[in-house]
T-cell receptor, first 110, second 114 residues
Framework: AQRVTQPEKLLSVFKGAPVELKCNYS??????LFWYVQYSRQRLQLLLR??SRESIKGFTADLNKGETSFHLKKPFAQEEDSAMYYC????????????FGQGTRLTINP | DTGVSQDPRHKITKRGQNVTFRCDPI?????LYWYRQTLGQGPEFLTY????????KSRLLSDRFSAERPKGSFSTLEIQRTEQGDSAMYLC????????????FGPGTRLTVT
């Protein structure tokens, strides 16, 4: 079974503080992992994926197969980072569907 | 706006009625997806089309639900004999063959069944 768990529904940090949004997954094969973000009154959009190994808007995420985790990190939070963040998994090769976690609402306090 | 569009944006219906939603994907995208999102949850996959072929359906898609993409462009999702448990946000997404990993989402249709 494919499952994505985001243990924190709400996360609040101060501007300039480090941020870590946790994501754990359950999948027997080699998954593709993604982070999607939804800003207020905007659509759900892709933030980053593990294969690209790039930093987007200062965020990075490393796939840890041993711990089956894909945590999203940013060293210095900005107010514009406030949003809903969803971790997602795409499983078996050729599968197209995304399996999403419950989401974490991140609030950056000034 | 060249993004994914959905119509209507909101729908209120009485239990037992049928409803139909429409999704227009980004024009060059051949893949189209439907998801359902209930309050406090992430989107849940319902079904996937490649061109006009429906290639994958979730167990969530009961026999009251049907989706079509007749010409490989827009898609419709119909719910027959709606139930209160069908109340949710219905999201449509599309992607191109070359960058199938990135799904572009529409604004969603919020269904309320009274």
């Amino acid at each position: 079974a494919q499952r994505v768990t985001q243990p924190e529904k709400l996360l609040s940090v101060f501007k300039g503080a480090p941020v870590e949004l946790k994501c754990n997954y359950s999948y027997s094969g080699s998954p593709e992992l993604f982070w999607y973000v939804q800003y207020s009154r905007q659509r759900l959009q892709l933030l980053l994926r593990h294969i690209s190994r790039e930093s987007i808007k200062g965020f990075t995420a490393d796939l840890n197969k041993g711990e089956t985790s894909f945590h999203l990190k940013k060293p210095f939070a900005q107010e514009e980072d406030s949003a809903m963040y969803y971790c997602a998994l795409r499983g078996r090769q050729g599968a197209q569907k995304l399996v999403f976690g419950q989401g974490t609402r991140l609030t950056i306090n000034p | 706006d060249t993004g994914v569009s959905q119509d209507p944006r909101h729908k209120i219906t009485k239990r037992g009625q049928n409803v139909t939603f429409r999704c227009d994907p980004i024009s060059e995208h051949n893949r189209l997806y439907w998801y359902r999102q209930t309050l406090g949850q992430g989107p849940e996959f319902l079904t996937y089309f490649q061109n006009e072929a429906q290639l994958e359906k979730s167990r969530l898609l009961s026999d009251r639900f049907s989706a079509e993409r007749p010409k490989g462009s827009f898609s419709t999702l119909e719910i027959q004999r709606t139930e209160q448990g069908d109340s949710a946000m219905y999201l449509c997404a599309s992607s191109s063959q070359g960058t199938a990993y990135e799904q572009y989402f529409g604004p969603g249709t919020r269904l309320t069944v009274t």
